[in-house]
């Protein structure tokens, strides 16, 4: 069982930055495959960012590619999403999912086993 926790969310305006967080403890975070996801209201949960176990690749959707980081630090059992620029349409709340097969870096939210509660993230104009 591996346990998820985001923080990190908050109001900024058009432009600025954040940068979330998601603390796993239970499972061995190291040999897991982690993912962001964000959905806005009344739309679907979206693929956002994925990383390998090692860190090693890396994986962005297009709508956030180059404003957007994904990383990990397996020491500290965490990865975070740092986010650049951002936009209006970048508001939704943001999950950390994790995967139990250590061998890929899926894009698709039905593919990860453990989901975070979310934090919520919302961009002003």
């Known amino acids: 069982q591996v346990q998820l926790v985001e923080s990190g969310g908050g109001l900024v305006q058009a432009g600025e930055s954040l940068r979330l967080s998601c603390t796993a403890s239970?499972?061995?975070?190291?040999?897991?495959?982690m993912g962001w996801f964000r959905q806005a209201p009344g739309k679907e949960r979206d693929f956002v960012a994925a990383i390998s176990r090692s860190g090693g690749r890396t994986y962005y959707a297009d709508s956030v590619k180059g404003r957007f980081t994904i990383s990990r630090d397996n020491t500290k059992n965490t990865v975070y999403l740092q986010m650049n620029s951002l936009k209006p349409e970048d508001t939704a709340v943001y999950y950390c999912?994790?995967?139990?097969?250590?061998?890929?870096?899926?894009?698709?939210?039905?593919?990860?086993?453990?989901w975070g509660q979310g934090t919520q993230v919302t961009v002003s104009s």
């Open positions: 239970g499972r061995t975070f190291s040999s897991s495959g």
């Open positions: 999912a994790a995967d139990k097969n250590p061998f890929r870096v899926p894009a698709a939210a039905g593919e990860y086993d453990y």
